[in-house]
């Protein structure tokens, strides 16, 4: 299936520090762009990859999993680490998840983590009738374009297949026992009103890991796809003072790889 316009995935080469951003379930890089399009316009090397599965039909998806979508951001990760001195990553609710297990993983080779409306845990009764209910359901409905902004839209898919939930439960508990070990600087932005993700999945984050330099942000303007909504802009900047804190060597001339 070719890909929806708009999802493609995308990749700029810029200095010596480069950023992972990770989009969410059943998104599409089309949900992040704006931020990769900011982060490429100050000089960073960004890599913004489209997860297996997505960025089609829901169909597709339909024969991938957790391990499939974390496998894709792990290979981007080391592609960069072998081209940039310092790389970030980023991610926005599952991408955040994704991003938290690379930072978990990887350890000093992940400088920094941003996170916006990251999910923790699958919500509601639901959940726990996942194991059964996916092989007798093949869908719910879809959960994108929860945006404040009448005019914002986020490319994703209107269905959600049952199987895929099912191991997106797994990998968020497999996730959140990892999180003490999540020790870089951490940055996260959540919306007060978001109505995919409740605020106590960003609460256990912010308890669980051993971060010490952690700096929380509400972005009051915007719901769940904040990346596209009111605080965009604010996104944007706060990500780009966070990473040029942690490696001052951004938007200076000369910061090839190596350099």
Known sequence: ???????????????????????GFTGSPQSLRPWAD??????LTVSLPLLPGHGTRW?????????????????ELRALSERCARVFVAGLSMGGALALRLAAKHGDAVAGVVVVNPANKVHGLSAYALPVARHLVRTTKGIASDIAKEDG????????????AHSLRTFFRLVD????????PLLLLRSPQDH???????ARILSRVSSVDVTEILL????????????ADRIFEESLAFIGRI?????KEGTAAGG
Do not use: K
């Open 153 to 164: 839209a986020e490319l994703g898919y209107d269905r959600v297949p049952l199987h895929c």
């Open 59 to 75: 169909e597709d998806m339909q024969v991938t999993g957790w391990q499939d979508w974390y496998a894709e951001v792990d290979r």
């Open 247 to 251: 490696a001052p060597s951004v938007g």
């Open 38 to 43: 900011h982060l490429a316009e100050h000089g």
């Open 177 to 184: 026992g990892e999180l003490a070990q999540v020790t870089q």
């Open 220 to 231: 009051e303007q915007s719901y769940h796809v904040a990346t596209l909504d009111h605080d």
């Open 196 to 202: 995919v993700v409740p605020p106590a999945d960003s």
């Open 1 to 23: 299936m070719p890909v929806l316009p708009g999802a493609e995935p995308f990749r700029h080469e810029g200095g010596e520090v480069g950023v992972l951003l990770c989009h």
